[in-house]
């Protein structure tokens, strides 16, 4: 039952049960802050009447948020003033209404609160007590770092098993949102395919996933260009050998061959690996590593969705490089890493529409691109227990 449809029926009820339904209600808040909450209720039957009627609104006078005094909204609660009043002097959209007592587990964070969301987030309540708080924290989260359309999105999976992954993974796909909603910031000409409000969880983890990869070699890797490719292009028995030298050629052969290639942005930097495509009749049939010990040899050939590749591209790809490949040694440099500058420009553009650094996009570069936004540090304790980041 809603917090509004018992709130109708205490007005009728007796005192009995009256006192009865608001102990219960009491009863519902977290045993962390159900102290404070019941201190509050007993101060006056109005405020009382709030554990049924917004225990929102309850839960926010008694654990106010930082730099709020509760008190004078607590004084016009007992002085009789309308919900809504009360609500919007305590800056409680009135949605939160409908939310139980086990749903505030902290100080409540902000919640977005446009008519358009106010409509939208109706149809899309906790499926369950064991799940209202997480809802909260997801919607208020998601709001806060992405946009409101992306909380709605998210507030309709909560709960759901097969939308567990994206729970967990919410800092990449609202990375990825909110860039595909704001086409000039630097992060956002990565992204090939868009957010959308019908967009399936599956695609979601999906695309957000191909956008990480894509930021990440542009970080490692950065505007250069390869200049020594440690062999020289060459078409053999119709198969056309070309070098990869730039971030471009990089994402463009990796998503044609629709392989990992991307993650090697690194060892190029540091020059201990070089790739090619392989081309026949001008598509892309192959991709080709070499690696420097200290002498470059071929150490990958690999096809589309890196399946092996047949014997005769293989035999060709040897043959090739017997030819065109000189002999010599390669001076490997140390990989120093992608540079705070590097780091800095491409999140400019969102630390400065957000007004905050969030932990899991700090100012300095994380420590692993590669384990960036899925740590398995976070992999085993979300196992223990899903939490959302507060706002």
């Known amino acids: 039952m809603t917090s509004m449809n018992a709130a109708i029926l205490l007005a009728r009820a007796s005192p009995r049960v009256r006192d009865d339904c608001i102990t219960s209600r009491l009863g519902r808040f977290t045993w962390r802050h159900r102290a404070a909450v019941s201190s509050l209720a007993g101060r006056h039957a109005r405020l009382a009447d709030l554990a049924v009627s917004f225990p929102a609104l309850l839960f926010a006078l008694a654990v106010p948020r930082r730099r709020f005094d509760p008190e004078p909204v607590i004084e016009r609660a007992i002085a009789g003033a309308p919900l809504s009043e009360l609500a919007a002097a305590a800056d409680m959209p009135m949605w939160t209404r409908r ?24 149809n899309h309540p906790p499926a369950s007590a064991k799940t209202a708080a997480l809802w909260l924290d997801t919607v208020a989260s998601t709001a806060f770092w992405g946009h409101e359309g992306l909380a709605v999105w998210f507030a309709r999976r909560v709960g759901k098993r097969e939308d567990w992954e994206a729970l967990r993974r919410w800092q990449l796909i609202t990375l990825w949102a909110w860039h595909a909603a704001n086409p000039t910031a630097p992060a956002s000409r990565f992204v090939r395919t868009p957010w959308t409000p019908d967009i399936s969880t599956r695609a979601a983890l999906v695309a957000a996933r191909d956008w990480k990869e894509n930021v990440t070699a542009a970080l490692e890797l950065g505007d250069r260009v390869v200049a020594d490719a440690w062999a020289d292009p060459a078409v053999v028995d119709g198969y056309s050998f070309e ?46 590593g070499l690696e420097a010990h200290p002498v470059p040899s071929i150490f990958e050939i690999s096809g589309v969705s890196n399946s092996r590749v047949p014997p005769e591209i293989a035999l060709t790809a040897h043959r090739w490089f017997r030819e065109h490949a000189p002999l010599q040694v390669i001076k490997g440099t140390t990989y120093a890493g992608t540079s705070r500058k590097r780091w800095a420009g491409m999140w400019r553009g969102y630390w400065l529409a957000k007004r905050l650094f969030p932990r899991w996009l700090p100012l300095a570069p994380v420590e692993s691109l590669y384990f960036w936004l899925e740590e398995p540090r976070q992999r085993r304790r979300h196992r223990r227990r899903l939490r959302v980041l507060p706002v």
Request: aromatic share 6%.
């Open 99 to 122: 939310l139980g007592p086990e749903t505030f587990q902290r100080s409540l964070p902000r919640l977005p609160d446009s008519p358009l969301f106010r409509r939208q987030i109706a």
């Open 243 to 288: 070098p990869i030298q730039t971030l471009v050629e990089l994402i463009d052969g990796s998503h044609a061959l629709d392989n990992c290639v991307r993650t090697y942005a690194a060892a190029i930097a540091g020059d201990s690996q070089r790739l090619w495509i392989v081309k026949r009749d001008g598509a892309p049939v192959a991709m080709l």
